[in-house]
């Protein structure tokens, strides 16, 4: 089992760091700079806590015996999501940001909840359960599209797009 979860991840790895610099060399560079590492930062305060909580834990995980957390889907997976999200809502109004989140949300939660029941990428514990996991990725979506809003807002006042 374990082989397969390693290919798998290899797998999921070598193809968001091709899709990577795609999804950021594009204008504004800035803008997807600062959603990238907003998006990285927190990440990984967020999983550190549901990890140190008791929350979840990766029994599959690069560098298990430094961290804690999933380095490639805190550093590389969900950074990758976010900036498409990011991009595709660039010029959305409320509504259609939230009902953007849909697409994006519901392959990852079908993806976390399989891995979870079939395989030791991920355990959830204490009362974690794919609505929690929904509920913080949504939150997690919106927080960092909101932080690059007011970016953009206080830039100049202006979208900067350019």
Known sequence: MMKI??????????????????????????????????????????????VSRGYLKYKVRPFPHRVTIHLPFDFLHFPLFLLYYNQWTLHSKPLGIILKLFPFLIPQIIIETIAERRTDLISWKRGWNWQHSIISMACKYLLCRGIIASIRVLNNKETSIT
């Open 5 to 50: 979860e390693n290919l798998f991840l290899k797998l999921i790895n070598f193809i968001s760091i091709l899709l990577l610099p795609f999804a950021i060399i594009k204008r504004p560079l800035k803008d997807w700079i600062i959603v990238y590492l907003v998006s990285c930062m927190g990440n990984s305060f967020a999983d550190r806590f549901l």
